[in-house]
């Protein structure tokens, strides 16, 4: 309240007053609703290993299974887990595959993983692809995979930064 007792310091004059929007015209039950354009799909945007960083999403690349190592294996209602290093010209970095993604991912395949994210495990970086993205067996690549350069051997540190205004 303001000094004057009024709430948002209004003095005097009359109360705010609202005014009806005019109405939109009812269209007729039988009458089609508007057609929309179809909506024009982008094409995707490949990214590399190397420029993968923590905590981000929507990543659609291409790489070669170089390992598959199978963590959790319980019958089909159960959870199926793998962990898998997949490398393009680039890097290499760990892939978590889950139930039906352990079958796609086999050594020697290549697969172009779509809408993958980055997930955060003991600090080190992980790629996954949950129930909005999709993963792809491919043609081989013709690509020579570098496996020198591991992104999941990096260890992060989350750090809070405190804003001194």
Not at 12 to 37: E, I, L
């Amino acid at each position: 309240m303001s000094s004057t007792g009024r709430p948002y310091g209004r003095r005097g004059g009359a109360a705010p007053s609202y005014v009806p929007r005019p109405r939109a015209p009812n269209p007729s039950p039988s009458a089609p609703a508007p057609a929309r354009p179809p909506q024009q799909l982008r094409k995707p945007v490949f990214t590399t290993v190397e420029r993968l960083r923590p905590q981000s999403h929507g990543h659609t690349l291409t790489a070669r299974v170089l390992s598959a190592r199978i963590i959790l294996d319980n019958p089909p209602p159960r959870a199926r887990l793998a962990e898998c290093l997949v490398g393009d010209n680039t890097g290499t970095v760990l892939f978590t595959a889950r139930n039906q993604q352990v079958d796609l991912v086999k050594p020697g395949t290549t697969v172009i993983f779509r809408n993958a994210k980055i997930d955060m495990f003991k600090g080190t970086m992980r790629l996954a692809v949950d129930k909005w993205g999709r993963i792809e067996v491919t043609d081989p690549a013709s690509f020579r995979v570098k496996e020198d350069n591991n992104v999941s051997l990096v260890e992060y540190e989350l750090v809070d930064v405190v804003d001194e205004d």
